[in-house]
């Protein structure tokens, strides 16, 4: 794998250590994470020597995001093979461990498919274990390359809909090198925007109820010296009516052949915040999250998680002084046995969105028909 800060441009800072890294000490194998449940407060990592560990970083979302799942799930099958566990189960395991995130399953299916491929020509498990470790490299390299391409895309984007520059641009949750083999995807643009000397704002929302906007945005924000504001979601909309915002740049989890965009929740009060303000509501996303598989946006299935997550702070695990729970430990915010709706996702239509930039381009309006085009443009350079 490419030493991680060959993959970010001199003078950019990446997170202190990789957000995922495979590593072959002398005991075999490892996939080391980032373990991002605990930042801000420390940089520590979590060494997986197995799927269910793995998976575990995954629910928990000690590894998370679009992409970055993608190269889990990947580099998990890998793992699995180098060791010489049943790959098989492993990608079951993987494969289920998140429902939104289509990247997830793409990079599962990526590395099986080099293994089966290897074994099918009659190749032994050594040299099958390392076709799929050469599948999971190569997608890593690819998404680190897709994030150059998408920031050049969608600055050029910003700029076209935004001439004068002094951006001010709202994002959610977190989409920068911490979700990417690259820059990441909407953060990477921000930073563009910030290299160019363009970038007047970058807003965060804090993202309730995990603080990815809070806790990782900003960190990335703070190493890249970016100017950023953090604020509680609910704040989005004064921010809106004071006229702060210019526009508005997310992530995705799942573009569905429609256009249809599931991204963390909360992101679509935003774009209807966006289209009442007439502030341009853009996507920024690698070509591995549309799934031309997924009809529409009600077709994409939206992970719920526990109700914990609202009723007690439980993230970053800071230990509380003079508590004697402990580091991790929730903090609850409402009685006892309530109640709490806790979706991870919402999906956005495409008459919201402004513009979806790719790797491949960008398209306006968001229509079916683009996506496929775009899609397919992805697959002859793939092949080619
Ligand atoms: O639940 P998470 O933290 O894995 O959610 C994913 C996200 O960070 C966002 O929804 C993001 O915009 C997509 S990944 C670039």
């Known amino acids: 794998m490419a030493d991680q800060d060959a993959q970010f441009p001199a003078?950019?800072?990446?997170?202190?250590?990789?957000?995922?890294?495979?590593?072959?000490?002398?005991?075999?194998?490892?996939?080391?994470?980032?373990?991002?449940?605990?930042?801000?407060?420390?940089?520590?990592?979590?060494v997986c020597t197995d799927v269910p560990a793995l998976v575990q970083a995954i629910q928990t979302l000690a590894v998370r995001g679009a992409p970055l799942l993608g190269l889990a799930g990947a580099y998990g099958v890998a793992l699995a093979a180098v060791r010489g566990y049943d790959v098989d189960e492993a990608?079951?395991?993987?494969?289920?461990?998140?429902?939104?995130?289509?990247?997830?399953?793409y990079g599962v299916r990526l590395a099986a498919e080099a293994y089966r491929a290897?074994?099918?020509?009659?190749?032994?498990?050594?040299?099958?274990?390392?076709?799929?470790?050469?599948?999971a490299r190569e997608l890593h390299r690819a998404d680190a390359e897709a994030s150059v391409r998408m920031a050049e895309h969608g600055l050029a984007l910003l700029d076209e809909?935004?001439?004068?520059?002094?951006?001010?641009?709202?994002?959610?949750?977190?989409?920068?090198?911490?979700?990417?083999?690259?820059?990441?995807?909407?953060?990477?643009?921000?930073?563009?925007?910030?290299?160019?000397?363009?970038?007047?704002?970058?807003?965060?929302?804090?993202?309730?109820?995990?603080?990815?906007?809070?806790?990782?945005?900003?960190?990335?924000?703070?190493?890249?010296?970016?100017?950023?504001?953090?604020?509680t979601d609910s704040a989005a909309g004064s921010l809106f009516a004071?006229?702060?915002?210019?526009?508005?740049?997310?992530?995705?989890?799942?573009?569905?052949?429609?256009?249809?965009?599931?991204?963390?929740?909360?992101?679509?009060?935003?774009?209807?915040?966006?289209?009442?303000?007439?502030?341009p509501f853009i996507v920024v996303a690698p070509v591995t999250t549309v799934d031309l598989g997924t009809r529409d946006g009600a077709s994409i299935e939206v992970e719920q998680r526990s109700g914990q997550e609202v009723t007690e702070f439980t993230v970053p695990p800071i230990p509380v002084a003079g508590s004697d729970a402990g580091t991790g430990a929730g903090m609850p915010v409402a009685p006892l046995g309530t109640q709490a709706y806790n979706p991870a996702f919402d999906v956005t239509p495409p008459e919201l969105v402004t513009a979806i930039v790719t790797e491949q381009g960008a398209i306006s309006?968001?229509?079916?028909?683009?996506?496929?085009?775009l899609c397919a443009r992805s697959r002859q350079v793939t092949i080619s």
């Open 11 to 46: 003078g950019a800072k990446p997170p202190a250590l990789p957000s995922l890294r495979w590593e072959e000490p002398p005991e075999g194998p490892v996939l080391v994470l980032l373990d991002q449940t605990r930042l801000p407060v420390e940089e520590v990592e979590l």
């Open 161 to 231: 809909l935004l001439p004068g520059g002094g951006h001010r641009i709202l994002t959610h949750c977190n989409t920068g090198a911490l979700v990417s083999g690259g820059e990441g995807t909407a953060f990477a643009v921000a930073l563009a925007a910030h290299r160019a000397g363009r970038l007047r704002r970058l807003w965060v929302d804090e993202t309730r109820p995990l603080l990815q906007g809070a806790r990782l945005t900003t960190y990335e924000a703070a190493r890249n010296g970016m100017a950023y504001t953090l604020l």
């Open 365 to 373: 309006p968001v229509t079916g028909a683009g996506l496929a085009e």
């Open 91 to 105: 990608v079951a395991l993987l494969q289920r461990a998140r429902p939104t995130a289509v990247n997830l399953g």
């Open 242 to 279: 004071a006229g702060e915002v210019d526009a508005v740049l997310i992530g995705a989890d799942r573009i569905a052949a429609d256009g249809s965009v599931a991204n963390k929740v909360g992101s679509y009060p935003l774009a209807v915040l966006a289209k009442y303000h007439h502030v």
């Open 118 to 135: 290897a074994v099918g020509r009659g190749a032994g498990t050594e040299e099958a274990a390392a076709s799929a470790l050469a599948a």
